[in-house]
């Protein structure tokens, strides 16, 4: 803080100091500086935030055709079939990534970030190219790597341990062979979080435990652990809102749908089917609003959780 | 002597496991690049190349552009790649140019409605972006932007995360005695953002580009939802499309694919230090 800068609260506070020249200056800079992204953020932003909320109470036919029908939506929601099928299915997707991809990002974080690893920096890059492709090219790839007699996933596994060629994964296993494609895609995200993370980690506290007679597992739960818990948290949350928001790799991969018994609707999807398939916006925004709730209170858990870590070490 | 060997056996195992891998990783990149060269017949009995009597066992003569051939002809690809190239340097541009400046405002400048602002931006950070898209398509309607190029541009021009992302850069790389001294030789505030601050913001300058350009890059259900010319179609929507027309042609479909992966894959290669200290350093710092 410079004595500059704090002429403008004091100008706020119950003394009303005489407006400098500078500050003066310096506010309207400010404003002149925030107003062309604030202008955008409001339009697009704040405004359709705010028209969210009218939306979901009623019922649309396209952006031209609205009834009002009050908590209907949502009303109509819990009681929808398909609603329940979607959130399901993202829940249990959502747990496999974060049950299998998390540990697995760790794991090798921690064999990276070895000191005796020789081309750190290539494994790193190969690990991590597969979050370039983006969901909707990585769902044209996985769309034939899983096809049943010509995909490479059951031609390698045939070839490997004699696994069926026909093994029906984007007909039957849609769910695994998601969880599949967005370990491929994913894990080397995850990764390099984890490795700036573990420079966290004080070495000559890891030293200490190694002189003090702790194995490699002790030393983990005790210095690497707690060090990496504030970002590991972080990895955590945002894997999880990207994971409950799955869309493109599904609908890519499964031909625009839900795929056979809607096994592979989503619940972003259902909200896309119903707002731009069916054509029903409000019934969208009310599907917008459960997730958007779900997940903010899982944001506000986080923070607590970590916040209270942070407290105890 | 003995841990020695054990240190040395340990360091082998572990390379050799990251080798193997990174070998897991790269193999559907290599598949898709051999995939786009080869028949239907020959994508279901050879995993990578095709197995004949050629050099090294491999039938090159059945390696072909056919895949390549059919997708310049048949699908709109050029100008899918035009419009992916615009959408997504613009967008670049625009986003970081505006959120570093509304970054550096609420970092070095204090105004009236500073924290009202700033409140504004963390609360925005966590609107997940599906709970917009219906009443952000109606707001587009309402301007009568639908199936333009600016129902992508304006939207993704102001990101409230950059501004985060900015803020925390200014508080961290931007002195303020420098400013300061700035002010005293009579330099304006606004080409004191461009002259001091934003060299200074370098680094998160050429990882919020990347970021954002990669983000619009890989944008599929933005244009799908706000465009309706086919011929305005980025790549995203172009290639997905393949998907519904020439499901049967695996040739074509990864060349589509390849086609649009390289290029950012290319970009990434020759940024990647920047992409990756500006991934992280949200978490890390935040």
């Avoid at chain 2, 304006?154 to 850069?169: D, E, I, K, M, Y």
């Avoid at chain 2, 020439?246 to 990864?254: D, K, L, P, S, V």
Wanted: proline share 6%; with cysteine.
């Amino acid at each position: 803080m410079t004595t500059l800068n704090m002429d403008g609260p004091s100008v706020r506070g119950k003394m009303k100091a005489p407006v400098s020249p500078l500050a003066k200056r310096s506010a309207i800079a400010g404003w002149l500086m925030l107003a062309p992204w604030l202008l955008l953020f409001i339009i697009f932003t704040v405004w359709p935030l705010f028209m969210a909320a009218g939306l979901a109470g009623s019922q649309t036919f396209g952006p031209k055709v609205t009834t009002p029908v009050g908590f209907g939506n949502f009303k109509n929601l819990f009681a929808d079939p398909l609603f329940f099928l979607a959130c399901k299915n993202t829940i249990l997707y959502t747990l496999g990534s974060l049950f299998i991809q998390l540990p697995l990002a760790l794991g090798l974080a921690l064999l990276l970030n070895r000191p005796d690893i020789r081309a750190r920096a290539f494994f790193r890059l190969v690990i991590f190219s597969p979050a370039l492709v983006g969901a909707a090219f990585s769902a044209m790839m996985f769309a034939v790597i899983l096809e049943k007699r010509t995909g490479l996933l059951n031609l390698i596994l045939n070839r490997l341990v004699g696994w069926d060629v026909q093994f029906p994964w984007l007909q039957e296993h849609i769910l695994p062979a998601l969880i599949i494609a967005s370990l491929w895609q994913w894990t080397g995200f995850n990764m390099v979080y984890f490795l700036a993370a573990l420079q966290n980690v004080r070495q000559d506290l890891l030293e200490a435990a190694r002189l003090d007679g702790a194995g490699p597992i002790r030393r983990f739960m005790l210095v690497t652990l707690p060090a990496i818990k504030p970002v590991g948290g972080f990895v955590v949350l945002l894997s999880v809102i990207g994971s409950m928001q799955l869309f493109e790799l599904p609908y890519i991969m499964l031909s625009s749908s839900g795929g056979p018994e809607n096994r592979g609707l989503t619940v972003v999807m259902y909200l896309f089917q119903q707002g731009f398939e069916a054509g029903d916006l409000g019934y969208a925004s009310a599907i917008g609003w459960v997730l958007a709730v779900f997940l903010m209170m899982l944001a506000l858990i986080q923070r607590k959780v970590s916040g209270d870590a942070e407290v105890q070490t | 002597m003995n841990t020695r060997i054990s240190r040395i056996l340990q360091s082998i195992v572990t390379h050799a496991g990251l080798v193997l891998v990174s070998v897991v990783f790269l193999v559907p990149f290599l598949w898709l690049i051999a995939t786009s060269f080869k028949t239907n017949s020959d994508v279901a009995e050879s995993v990578l190349l095709p197995i004949g009597d050629g050099l090294f066992g491999v039938a090159w003569d059945r390696l072909n552009l056919d895949g390549y051939r059919k997708l310049f002809n048949q699908s709109p690809i050029w100008s899918g790649m035009i419009a992916s190239t615009f959408l997504a340097s613009v967008t670049a541009v625009c986003a970081t140019l505006l959120s570093s400046m509304a970054g550096y405002a609420l970092a070095k400048l204090r105004f009236r409605g500073h924290k009202l602002a700033l409140g504004l931006v963390m609360a925005a950070v966590i609107i997940p972006g599906p709970l917009l898209l219906a009443p952000g398509f109606v707001v587009l309607h309402k301007m009568g932007l639908l199936d333009s190029y600016w129902a992508l541009i304006l939207p993704a021009a102001a990101p409230a995360f950059g501004v985060f992302l900015f803020r925390q850069a200014a508080i961290g790389a931007v002195p303020d005695t420098l400013l300061e001294a700035a002010r005293i030789d009579g330099c304006g505030e606004v080409r004191m953002f461009f002259m001091v601050a934003l060299p200074l913001l370098r680094p998160m300058v050429g990882a919020f580009m990347l970021i954002t350009f990669l983000g619009v890059w890989t944008n599929f259900i933005g244009p799908q939802v706000v465009l309706q010319t086919p011929g305005k179609f980025p790549l995203a929507v172009v290639v997905a499309q393949l998907r519904g027309s020439y499901y049967q042609e695996y040739a074509m479909m990864m060349a589509g694919t390849l086609m649009s992966v390289l290029p950012v894959l290319i970009l990434f290669l020759m940024l990647q230090r920047e992409f990756i200290s500006g991934l992280t350093s949200g978490a890390v710092k935040g």
